[in-house]
């Protein structure tokens, strides 16, 4: 971050995705973040992208957040989509990139429901069906899920991008960046 600077670009520090198909296999070092549900020819199988940010390392502790907003530059969707949105969920256990998985959120942890734990109403909805830049706009729900993250940075398990609704395909391929506004 610029510290002179209310806004800050906060890097990614974990971005693994989840595979309902392939439920023990570890995407974390796999390039872009898959969210959504492939087609037949991958047996319909649902995606979810894990998204962690630094947010305590990177602001100051007394900050207040003003404004919270993620990023994603869409760089691969199906041939034909149909509409979809995304919802930004805030996830509720811990996980490791390395370890997660659709069944796993650590080596020797499962998660508390398959696909990852996370509150149910997303903290911010944005339809990824074209490509380009898109942005999950700032929200009461993101600014404080951001903020719960500068005060109790032990609760920082990030967010999952999940798709609204399950179609007969709709994945997307997404680069990120976050901006946050703070006092």
């Not at 906060?10 to 390039?31: C, F, G, H, Q």
């Not at 979809?84 to 969920?89: A, P, S, V």
């Not at 399950?166 to 997307?172: C, F, L, P, Q, V």
Request: net charge negative.
């Amino acid at each position: 971050c610029d510290w002179s600077s209310d806004v800050c670009s906060s890097d990614l520090i974990a971005d693994p995705t989840l595979n309902s198909m392939k439920t023990d296999r570890v995407y974390e070092l796999e390039p872009g973040l898959v969210a959504g549900t492939q087609g037949s020819r991958a047996g319909y199988a649902l995606n979810r992208a894990l998204l962690r940010f630094d947010i305590a390392g990177r602001i100051p502790a007394e900050a207040v957040i003003l404004s919270a907003e993620l990023v994603v530059q869409v760089e691969r969707t199906p041939s034909a989509p149909p509409p979809m949105d995304f919802g930004l969920h805030r996830v509720t256990e811990s996980w490791k990139p390395s370890a997660a998985t659709w069944m796993h959120r650590e080596a020797d942890a499962t998660w508390e429901v398959p696909g990852g734990s996370y509150v149910q109403n997303a903290s911010s909805i944005q339809s990824l069906n074209e490509l380009e830049t898109r942005v999950f706009p700032s929200t009461a729900k993101v600014i404080a899920d951001v903020q719960l993250w500068l005060n109790e940075p032990a609760s920082n398990f990030g967010w999952a991008i999940v798709a609204v609704a399950r179609s007969e395909e709709h994945t997307s391929e997404l680069q990120s960046q976050f901006r946050i506004s703070y006092a």
